[in-house]
Structures are given as structure tokens and as C-alpha cells.
């Protein structure tokens, strides 16, 4: 299953310019997977009905289209009534744009043609075309697909709106995406005030659930242990989450890893730990895998180490120095890697007190830290902590 990288408040957004609350939004089409490929892109978005593009670009901006005819790879021009550009972040900063077509240029809002990818305007220039050719997949890298980018042609013209205010001028692609539009799953939705599970805490469930997770087993039999890296900010709760876990099974309380209430983070080491099922136990078939903590500025763990550590260059104990980044010629460095080695989940530890006013410096992180675990195809989910106080 491909994850999106559209947040619920881009479509949101969506939704609003689309004036359809009701909208749904699925990923049929994801360039830094699949590749930068105009056949792949019609094989899978062709006949469709409407669709959503969006780009996103190595300094952070989110921008993209909306085509409200299907794209056929007619070879011509499309008369879509109601397509438009728009912009959704701007350097990581949430900042939406709508940029309609001139009604003259109603007759160009599209160009539906099978050698490229998707095409924004028309006769007088494209507005946006997303890419030329046939590029890999991003494999933890940027990607130049050769797209050109001109504003004001079909869309925008004599608003003031050009390639800067629509992409930074920027197109170099982290990824591109295209959804359909559908009915949201209202199902999924829960009503205000629900409780979002049912759950009896009984000796008996407990129990139950402990065996479960104990009972997990990696699906490749190269790897005996899952590594699980557990990131966010100083004080989120990364070594008191393990230190929990570890405490279930010993069936006391243990304080293995370093925690703590502290401005910097207490965490100063990258170290692996496992757990056992029980006392003197088997160990579980997965390692949490604690780093320093997310800080704003330039303190905390440096993105450019995160390489390395979702890489599975890093020793074990390893100690982070500020003043030196990690590089192969770290001691301990692991310049040879295999799959056991590397990450394999990552989980985001948020305080679910503070996500309202995290600095955005900090929350930039987080989103570069799961930018970066899906560049290399590594599941992520979030754990809420402290939710008992917020």
C-alpha cells in the first residue's frame, strides 16, 4: 500500500476551492515509487474522472492542479471547466493559492497527451508541466524530471501570480502525486465525543495482548529482529515509552533507559535495546531503537545523522557529538549494511499536550524525519503520549 503524503488539512483545503465537503481523495499514482513515467502515470490515471496532481519540492513547497475532465491521452488539447493551479505550503508553511485560468483560455486548461506526464495549460505555453521523459524513482533523492514551469500562459494571467509564488520557482521533486476525487469515507469518521475503541482492561486482555506482541515474527527470514526507531522532540516520552514496555514484560518497574524532564535532550547516546518476553525469557523478534530528541535551532539530533542511523550505519552506544557530524569515518562507523541492519519502522513520539504549540522549527523536523523514512519505503505511524493530560 502506497502512503500519501497529502496532510487531511491540505484536503481540506481541497475541498473548500473544490466547494464538495464530502470529497475523497485516493492515491492512484506516486512518482517517487513508481518512477517519473508518462505511460505508468496514463496506465494508472487515465479515465479516472477528475484528479488532483501534487508536487512537492526540496525546499518544501506543496503546489499542484486540479483537472475536472479525465485524462483519455487523447493527443490534444481539453476544454475543463474549473481546473486551476494551486499552492498549499510555502517552505514548509501551510499557505494556500488558487490560481484559476482566464475564461479565454477556458479551451486550454489541459494538454492530454500519452508521451507526457500531466500537462497544465496550452497553445500560448504550459502553464505546468509536471515532467518530460522517463526518470527513476526517487530512492531517497531529489529527482530533476525535466518539467518547465510558466505561469500566467492559461492560468493566472494578469494576477501578478508567476513561478515563484506558485513553487518557489523550484522544481526539483521529492515526489509527485495524483488522486482521484471520490466520496469520503464517512465511516471512517467518528462521531464527536466516541471513543475511538472499545476496550476491557481485564487481567485476561492484558495478557492477552502482551502474548500478541510477543508473538510477532519479521516476514523476511533475513531479519531476526525488527529495528524500530523511536524519534521526537526532547520530552515527548521516546525512553519512558520503552522504559514501559520493558516494565510489562519484566512485570516491574525498570528504568533501563535514560528519561527524564530536561530543556536539552537526556538521550545522548543511539542504543538498541531489546526486550524479553519475561524475566530470563526469550527475547522479542524486535529491538526500539532510542536517539536524541528533536530540539528547535541547531541543538538536538542533526537530520544529516538520521541518515545514517535509518541507514543502519550506527553502532550501538554510539556517543552523538554536536560539533562533529557522523560520517564513515566515525568510529564504529558500518560502512557495509544489509537488511537486518537498517530501520524498519519508524514511529514519531509526539506529547500530545504540545502539538498545538510546537515551534514550527521542530515540527519542520518531524516532517523531514517521515519525508526521509518514506524515501526509503519504511513504515512510520505516530504514538500519542501522555494523553491522560492533555
Known amino acids: 500500500m502506497m502512503m500519501k503524503r497529502l496532510t487531511e488539512q491540505d484536503e481540506d483545503q481541497l475541498r ?3 466547494d464538495n465537503p464530502d470529497a475523497g481523495f485516493k492515491l492512484l499514482y506516486k512518482a517517487s515509487t513508481q518512477g517519473y513515467n ?4 496514463h496506465q494508472l490515471c487515465d479515465n479516472k474522472g477528475p484528479t488532483v496532481t501534487v508536487g512537492y519540492n526540496s525546499v518544501g513547497w506543496v503546489f499542484g492542479g486540479y483537472a475536472s475532465e479525465s485524462w483519455t491521452s487523447r493527443g490534444d488539447y481539453v476544454q475543463a471547466p474549473g481546473s486551476f493551479l494551486f499552492r498549499l505550503a510555502n517552505a514548509n508553511k501551510f499557505d494556500p493559492l488558487k490560481i484559476d485560468p482566464g475564461n479565454e483560455n477556458v479551451q486550454q486548461c489541459l494538454y492530454d497527451e500519452k508521451a507526457n506526464g500531466p500537462v497544465f495549460g496550452g497553445t500560448a505555453g504550459n502553464d505546468w508541466q509536471v515532467f518530460t521523459g522517463t526518470f527513476e524513482a526517487n530512492k531517497g533523492n531529489f529527482v530533476d524530471a525535466k518539467g518547465t514551469v510558466a505561469i500566467g500562459n492559461a492560468y493566472g494571467a494578469g494576477t501578478g501570480v508567476d513561478a515563484n509564488a506558485f513553487c518557489g520557482g523550484n522544481l526539483l521533486y521529492l515526489d509527485v502525486e495524483v488522486y482521484s476525487i471520490g466520496r469520503r469515507d464517512e465511516s471512517k469518521l467518528l462521531p464527536e465525543g466516541a471513543d475511538w475503541r472499545d476496550v476491557q482492561w481485564t487481567d485476561n486482555e492484558r495478557e492477552k495482548l502482551k502474548q500478541h506482541v510477543a508473538g510477532y515474527k519479521p516476514t523476511s527470514s533475513s ?13 515527548a516520552g521516546k525512553s519512558s515509552f520503552f522504559n514501559t514496555i520493558t516494565s510489562i514484560y ?3 518497574v525498570s528504568s533501563q ?5 530536561h530543556q536539552h535532550s537526556v538521550s545522548k547516546k543511539y542504543r538498541t535495546y531489546e526486550v524479553k518476553a519475561e524475566r530470563g525469557g526469550e527475547t522479542l523478534c524486535f529491538r526500539l531503537c532510542d536517539t536524541m530528541g528533536l530540539e528547535d535551532a541547531n541543538t538536538g539530533l542533526d537530520l544529516d545523522d538520521l541518515n545514517y542511523l535509518l541507514d543502519g550505519n550506527v553502532p550501538d552506544n554510539y556517543q552523538f557529538n554536536p560539533t562533529a557530524r557522523i560520517t564513515p569515518a566515525t568510529p564504529g562507523f558500518k560502512t557495509s549494511t544489509s537488511v537486518k541492519d537498517r530501520i524498519h519502522c519508524v514511529v514519531l513520539v509526539l506529547d500530545s499536550r504540545n502539538i498545538s504549540v510546537m515551534p514550527e522549527s521542530v515540527m519542520g523536523k518531524i516532517k523531514k524525519v517521515y519525508d526521509k523514512a518514506m524515501d526509503r519505503g519504511i513504515p512510520t505511524v505516530v504514538l500519542l503520549t501522555k494523553v491522560d493530560k492533555a
Open 257 to 261: 533507559a535514560m528519561a527524564g524532564s
Open 223 to 235: 531479519v531476526s529482529q525488527a529495528n524500530i526507531l523511536l524519534a521526537g522532540q526532547v520530552g
Open 250 to 252: 519484566k512485570g516491574r
Open 16 to 18: 473548500q476551492w473544490l
Open 38 to 41: 508518462p505511460t505508468t502515470f
